[in-house]
């Protein structure tokens, strides 16, 4: 576990430079200029396949020539990681177009499948790596559904190399990136440090405290995905007044749920911990894949 979570921290770190914040520009695009979300989709799609072939070849290489002994969890987790960030590309499309069935539609496919995934291989005994490989096929399922919803539902996608349209995407979405990047390092360095100056046993005791707390932020990150779109569209429309509502209300409703999470977890973490990483543990098949 210790070795999958230090791979999925280091995937998630190089999987940033290949989305460049143009999540963000995609949402604002579709939600501005709806008519026009199709070929910034196919811009967007055309920058982001080299920039994550190369992500994935430097962090593989990077891999093979420091930690060989993890090479093919970080191999595995990095192609499922690097395909599941291309799906948030048509996420975002979807979202900006206030298309929010097709979201859903399109990521539950994908979950269903990794669900599938875990539960054959955790009934057939299968290693790490083997389940692994069902999350990478989980992953190419969601992105390959979401490419045949834009297409029936919005319009054609495809590839199209413009290099000053890339380049006025760059600039529109760097400053998102940036953020992105500073909110990831400071969630995820700390896993890297204690990977290379502790034990992976350490990272998975780690880790598991940080998953209480994503699972925890389920109640936020629809309220994201709601109102960004709406918001986008008051600052076009210049109603400041509406905006500031909306501000205020988003600020308090989501403080009141992150008091909550940090009451309900913080009593039932003694609980819910050994449950959950106990029957893990229980159903996996050696010490290795522990």
């Known amino acids: 576990m210790g070795e999958y979570f230090f791979a999925a921290a280091v995937s998630a770190m190089f999987a940033m430079p290949a989305e460049l914040g143009t999540s963000k520009y995609l949402v604002r695009t579709a939600s501005e200029r709806p008519a026009d979300a199709g070929d910034a989709l196919?811009?967007?799609?055309?920058?982001?396949?080299?920039?994550?072939?190369?992500?994935?070849?430097?962090?593989?290489?990077?891999?093979?020539?420091?930690?060989?002994?993890?090479l093919l969890v970080m191999t595995l987790t990095a192609a499922y990681t690097?395909?599941?960030?291309?799906?948030?590309?048509?996420?975002?499309?979807?979202?900006?177009?206030?298309?929010?069935?097709?979201?859903?539609?399109?990521?539950?496919?994908?979950?269903?499948?990794?669900?599938?995934?875990?539960?054959?291989?955790?009934?057939?005994?299968?290693?790490?790596p083997q389940i692994l490989t069902g999350y990478v096929g989980a992953n190419l399922i969601a992105v390959a559904a979401a490419v045949l919803a834009m297409r029936v539902r919005v319009g054609h996608v495809g590839l199209r190399w413009d290099p000053e349209g890339v380049l006025s995407i760059v600039r529109e979405s760097w400053p998102f990136f940036l953020l992105a990047v500073l909110g990831l390092v400071q969630f995820k360095v700390d896993t890297v440090m204690i990977?290379?100056?502790?034990?992976?046993?350490?990272?998975?005791?780690?880790?598991?405290?940080?998953?209480?707390?994503?699972?925890?932020?389920?109640?936020?990150?629809?309220?994201?995905?709601?109102?960004?779109?709406?918001?986008?569209?008051?600052?076009?429309?210049?109603?400041?007044?509406?905006?500031?509502?909306?501000v205020r209300r988003l600020v308090l409703g989501v403080g009141g749920l992150g008091l909550l999470a940090t009451l309900v977890v913080t009593a039932a973490a003694g609980f819910i911990v050994p449950l959950i990483w106990g029957c893990l543990l229980y159903t996996s098949p050696s010490p290795r894949d522990r």
Do not use: Q
């Open 42 to 70: 196919s811009r967007v799609v055309t920058l982001r396949l080299p920039l994550a072939a190369l992500s994935f070849a430097v962090l593989v290489g990077l891999t093979a020539l420091l930690r060989p002994d993890i």
């Open 82 to 128: 690097l395909i599941g960030d291309l799906y948030y590309s048509f996420g975002a499309t979807f979202v900006g177009l206030r298309r929010m069935k097709l979201r859903f539609a399109t990521a539950a496919v994908g979950h269903v499948a990794l669900l599938g995934a875990v539960v054959v291989g955790v009934r057939t005994g299968g290693t790490l």
């Open 195 to 246: 990977f290379f100056l502790g034990s992976a046993t350490g990272v998975a005791n780690y880790e598991s405290a940080y998953k209480l707390l994503e699972v925890s932020r389920i109640a936020v990150r629809p309220l994201n995905l709601i109102f960004f779109p709406i918001a986008t569209r008051l600052v076009v429309g210049e109603d400041w007044g509406a905006l500031r509502r909306l």
